[in-house]
C-alpha cells in the first residue's frame, strides 16, 4: 500500500531554515509527480509546490517563490522541501502528497 512518511518539521526563528523529507513507497516512485500541501493553523489546505517526476519542472505558489526549493531522489524514493527566509505565516502542518494519498503531516512552526 501507498505510504508518505514526512519529517523534518520544528519549531524555528523567523529567518530561519528547515529541510522537509517525504519517503515514499507502494508505488513507483520515478514515474510520478510529487507536491507537499500545507494547513495553517484554522485556515484551509493550500498547495506549496510541485514536482514533476524527473523532477526538472517545478511549480510554487507565489508566497513561497524564492524561498521554498522543492527536489526529489528518485533513487531514495524521497522528496524534500527545503524552506528558507522562513516567516510566521510559514507556521502549518505540512503534507507530502501523491495523487489523493497524503502522508501524516509534519509541524512547522516560526516563533520567535
Known amino acids: 500500500q501507498v505510504q508518505l512518511v514526512e519529517s523534518g518539521g520544528g519549531l524555528v526563528q523567523p529567518g530561519g531554515s528547515l529541510r522537509l523529507s517525504c519517503v515514499a513507497s507502494g508505488f513507483t516512485f520515478s514515474n510520478y509527480g510529487m507536491s507537499w500541501y500545507r494547513q495553517p493553523p484554522g485556515k484551509e489546505r493550500e498547495l506549496v509546490a510541485i514536482?514533476?517526476?524527473?523532477?526538472?519542472?517545478?511549480h510554487y505558489t507565489d508566497s513561497v517563490k524564492g524561498r521554498f526549493t522543492i527536489s526529489r531522489d528518485n533513487s531514495r524514493n524521497t522528496v524534500f522541501l527545503q524552506m528558507n527566509s522562513l516567516q510566521p505565516e510559514d507556521t502549518a502542518v505540512y503534507y507530502c502528497v501523491y495523487r489523493n494519498y497524503w502522508g501524516q503531516g509534519t509541524q512547522v512552526t516560526v516563533s520567535s
Open positions: 514536482i514533476g517526476s524527473a523532477g526538472t519542472t517545478t
